[in-house]
């Protein structure tokens, strides 16, 4: 009875409150997509420990692809740290037609795939980098980041769909004779790092680093680095934050 009292209430004296016709506090729609244009969500890692941890033996999609060695199957990729979570914000259009066009001087495979998700519980679509075609489900496509993600922020579980891409082929040659300028505005976006971020943390960086020439080499050295002295375990303590990196990276290294 309180109950019922309660939602009537709301009913009829809500419209008549101060500030009910305004725009909201929080827009729901650019969290979900159902909005369209630009969208904010958090990462895919956030809990992606309890997934390992829980659900270990657990198929979340399977993929068939004309592809003899198959692919790397990426979801996004983040754009933003605040000094706890990693998160993206990017602008989205309905995932129909061509999504992105061939760069005529890269070599590349082209791959078709067939992706049924059985158990992901991500908004994410995995595909190859980089799509061109997305078909059998409705989606929302980021060109900048290549991304794809559901139209009404529903998960991706249950669903099957078709994908052709061109994935680019680089040598160790190639990378290393790329070009070192970084473009004002992505290094802004893409590097920008909080203002209390951990010097002890970038000092390890710079340490990893410095005999590098290039951001290839440097690349390949920090993952050298993870690889071969870092172990893989499920059994970790929770937290992503920068007292929890630090943790990781300089104690438990695991």
């Known amino acids: 009875g309180l109950i019922t009292a309660a939602v009537l209430l709301g009913l009829v004296f809500g419209p008549l409150l101060p500030g009910a016709g305004q725009g909201p506090l929080l827009d729901w729609k650019a969290l979900d997509g159902s909005g369209g244009g630009s969208r904010v969500t958090l990462s895919p890692l956030v809990y992606a420990r309890g997934r390992l941890v829980e659900q270990t033996n657990i198929e979340l999609f399977r993929v068939r692809t004309n592809s003899e060695t198959g692919a790397y199957w990426r979801t996004t990729a983040l754009d ?8 993206s914000s990017y602008g989205y259009r309905d995932a129909t037609g061509t999504l992105t066009e061939q760069d005529a001087d890269i070599s590349f495979e082209t791959i078709d795939a ?6 992901l519980g991500d908004i994410w679509f995995p595909v190859p980098f980089n799509p061109i075609t997305f078909t059998g489900a409705d989606a929302n496509w980021d060109e900048e980041s290549s991304t794809l993600v559901t139209q009404a922020g529903e998960y991706t579980t249950g669903v099957s769909y078709s994908v052709r891409a061109a994935v680019p082929i680089y040598d160790p040659k190639t990378l290393r ?27 390890l960086a710079i340490e990893l680093t410095r ?21 893989y375990t499920t059994d970790v303590p929770l937290g992503h934050n920068l007292d929890r990196i630090e943790q990781f990276l300089f104690v438990d290294q695991a």
Do not use: M
Request: proline share 10%.
């Open 80 to 87: 933003s740290f605040d000094g706890a979570i990693w998160g």
């Open 114 to 119: 067939t992706f049924t998700v059985s158990n």
């Open 177 to 203: 004779e790329a070009s070192t300028f970084i473009p004002p505005e992505i290094n802004e976006r893409y590097t920008a790092l909080p203002d209390d971020f951990s010097p002890r943390i970038q000092d």
């Open 211 to 231: 005999r590098s020439p290039t951001p290839y080499d440097k690349a390949i050295a920090l993952q050298n680095h993870f690889r071969g002295n870092f172990d």
